[in-house]
């Protein structure tokens, strides 16, 4: 892995998960870290952790973000450019999910899971790209293993996932030229709140469980 020092980091869906994670697991980098979401007092707890691992507060930057919604997506680039002057690498973590079969999935949950797992990564990167080019950055765009293979009741899930997938194949040739770097990754099923509170059980790793009153979830 190249240097990560002082390179500018933003991380949607820092506050539990992969992203807070990630933020923990990069913080030992060295980078100028941007934790992203809805939950600020699980950033603060992300931040400490950090923190913990060597990154100076200095270094971090706590922005509340509901990705979904456009102005807190400017606002998030807005900080980070004020804070710390450009941007070198985002991170599109934040994803929502909801177990229900197609018979049993509103239009209105479809809209939300795909605000959610696709919109709100494309906005968050047209906004960032124009930082990118400056910098020569990347993307990191994370997926999951639903966006190949299909599971019961993630109809939804599934579907934006594949959608991310392709979102990522097509900037990496748009950016190309721009020598701005766009991979995805695509995890199993790992266990987090994300997976618990759909009803996973702990055994279970290779299954999705069926919630007939199935919530719209967040990581």
Request: glycine share 6%.
């Amino acid at each position: 892995m190249s240097s990560l020092t002082d390179k500018v980091v933003i991380i949607t869906g820092a506050s539990s998960g992969i992203g807070a994670s990630t933020c923990v697991h990069l913080a030992k980098l060295k980078p100028k870290l941007v934790l992203a979401s809805r939950n600020v007092d699980n950033l603060t707890k992300v931040s400490e952790q950090c923190q913990a691992n060597g990154l100076s507060s200095e270094s971090i930057l706590i922005v509340h973000c509901d990705v979904d919604k456009e102005d807190d997506l400017r606002n998030l680039v807005d900080e980070t450019v004020s804070k710390f002057g450009h941007i070198d690498v985002l991170v599109n973590n934040a994803g929502s999910s909801i177990y229900r079969s197609i018979m049993d999935t509103t239009l209105d949950m479809f809209d939300q899971t795909v605000r959610t797992n696709l919109r709100a990564p494309f906005y968050l990167s047209q906004l960032c790209i124009p930082h990118l080019i400056k910098t020569q950055g990347n993307i990191v765009n994370v997926s999951s293993i639903s966006s190949t293979k299909a599971f019961p009741t993630a109809v939804a899930y599934c579907m934006a996932k594949a959608g991310l997938d392709h979102l990522t194949r097509t900037l990496a040739v748009d950016l190309a030229g721009k020598k701005v770097r766009v991979n995805s990754v695509n995890p199993g099923v790992i266990i987090t709140n994300f997976q618990k509170n759909a009803g996973m059980a702990d055994d279970k790793y290779e299954q999705y469980i069926d919630r007939p009153n199935g919530d719209i979830l967040y990581v």
